[in-house]
């Protein structure tokens, strides 16, 4: 079976990312793979009409509702099954009549399938959700270490593994270095109290101060 898609022009244009965009590339690609051939038309309000009317009679029209227009649905809702693809509704006579045009309306999560039967009154079954997925990432490692603490005395405070060491900022030199009993996953904080600068570090559950001198 064949839909044409009718998305907005540009679609693909990475200068102007929207999850909107996103949504409609990924539709196109799982229709294809469910076996559907998709043809897809890149349009704007004012070209709706016209690649609309150059579709042959009774093909599958999803129209992404970014571009659909009422007068050019409604030119062509007798001879095209349309459905309007819509990301978010606003409401008002407009969008109501570009609906009203449509055999079905897909929206995009359930609250917007509801929103649209409570305030354009269309019927239930013409109203379906495909909600938006998500794609698996690669398994992603967490940190053994926790983060540096530059002091205004050009000192670096950093945690390796369950080693806190301290170094010159300027030259690398190792000043100090103190083992905890356990793996430091913490970024060393530091603070004044009764005129002492001091650091403090969390391994696991054990807290650790040092006083600087």
């Known amino acids: 079976m064949t839909v044409h898609f009718l998305v907005p022009e540009g679609v693909d244009d990475h200068r102007r990312p929207s999850g909107g965009n996103v949504y409609d590339r990924r539709l196109s690609f799982e229709l294809a793979r469910l076996g559907w051939t998709v043809r897809e038309h890149g349009v704007t309000g004012r070209s709706l009409a016209g690649t609309l009317a150059a579709?042959?009679?009774?093909?599958?029209?999803?129209?992404?509702?970014?571009?659909?227009?009422?007068?050019?649905?409604?030119?062509?809702?007798?001879?095209?099954?349309?459905?309007?693809?819509?990301?978010?509704?606003?409401?008002?006579?407009?969008?109501?009549?570009?609906?009203?045009?449509?055999?079905?309306?897909?929206?995009?999560?359930?609250?917007?399938?509801?929103?649209?039967?409570?305030?354009?009154?269309?019927?239930?079954?013409?109203?379906?959700?495909?909600v938006p997925g998500m794609d698996r990432g690669p398994r992603v490692v967490g940190s053994t270490s926790g983060g540096s603490l530059v002091t205004a005395g050009d000192v670096i405070f950093q945690p390796i593994g369950s080693d806190l060491y301290a170094l010159d900022a300027r030259s690398g030199r190792t000043l100090f270095k103190q083992t905890l009993p356990r793996n430091i996953r913490a970024t060393p904080l530091t603070y004044n109290a009764g005129g002492r600068q001091y650091v403090t570090i969390v391994a696991t559950a054990e807290v650790t101060t040092f006083a600087l001198p």
């Open 55 to 130: 579709l042959p009679d009774g093909v599958v029209a999803v129209v992404d509702g970014l571009v659909a227009s009422a007068p050019a649905m409604q030119a062509e809702a007798r001879r095209l099954r349309l459905v309007v693809l819509l990301h978010m509704p606003v409401g008002g006579a407009t969008e109501r009549a570009v609906l009203a045009a449509a055999d079905a309306v897909v929206a995009t999560s359930r609250w917007t399938r509801a929103w649209v039967l409570r305030h354009h009154e269309l019927p239930a079954e013409r109203v379906r959700v495909a």
